[in-house]
């Protein structure tokens, strides 16, 4: 049950677009087409945002996308907006009941 | 509205014991299953386990079986995390989240919805 990886760090202006990745093994995100994302605020709870590689719970912006390719699957979040800036952690089904979630991306808007 | 608290979060000697719980409300707590999901200082989130809508099947990280319990009371709509044997690396927020289907792995598969604010354990000398 290794953590899936993220990059550390991502960043853009507003208006512009930033994808993050989410990479694991066939034993999880390539395995199964159930990744999702959650949006953490600092000191706050985690924010349901995909579910199923690519769908919008209601009440989440159509500004945020999900797709997957192989092992790897990509959030990306579009229209930059101030109140995007925040941690963003993938999680996948690994089989045997079991989940991970990925190391977190601290997205900045510049 | 669709509400999750958590208490029963601490100091504790390593070794020692804790018990947490998840009050829910505003929805029909025994149709979805429900997880523990924990978050060290300044760390990343870590599944620890889960529980299906029924309470019948239970799942663990492996860095947790064996020494913590999940448990779900639905006439109380709350749910539980017994946890043993507490070492210094299991200290962290304990978040409850809710599931969107009742099945074990339904967490994971197809989300956790909703989630309460988190109670702080620290397993320390």
């Known amino acids: ?110 | 509205e669709v509400q999750l608290l958590e208490s029963g979060g601490g100091l504790v000697q390593p070794g020692g014991s804790l018990r947490l719980s998840c009050a829910a409300s505003g929805f029909t707590f025994s149709n979805y299953a429900m997880s523990w999901v924990r978050q060290a200082p300044g760390e990343g989130l870590e599944w620890v386990s889960a529980i299906s809508g029924s309470g019948a099947s239970t799942s663990y990280a492996d860095s947790v079986k064996g020494r913590f319990t999940i448990s779900r009371d639905n006439s109380k709509y709350t749910m539980y995390l017994q946890m043993n044997s507490l070492r210094a690396e299991d200290t962290a927020v304990y978040f409850c989240a809710k599931g969107t289907c009742s099945g074990v792995s339904c967490p994971h598969s197809y989300g956790m919805d909703v989630w309460g604010q988190g109670t702080t354990v620290t397993v320390s000398s």
């Open chain 1, 1 to 110: 049950q290794s953590a899936l990886t993220q990059p550390p760090s991502a960043s853009g202006s507003p208006g512009q677009s930033v994808t993050i990745s989410c990479t694991g093994t066939s034993s999880d995100v390539g395995g199964y087409n159930y990744v999702s994302w959650y949006q953490q605020h600092p000191g706050k709870a985690p924010k349901f945002m995909i579910y199923e590689v690519s769908k919008r719970p209601s009440g989440v912006p159509d500004r945020f996308s999900g797709s997957k390719s192989g092992n790897t699957a990509s959030l990306t979040v579009s229209g930059l907006q101030a109140e995007d800036e925040a941690d963003y952690y993938c999680s996948s089904y690994a089989g045997s009941n079991k989940g991970v979630f990925g190391t977190g991306t601290k997205v900045t808007v510049l």
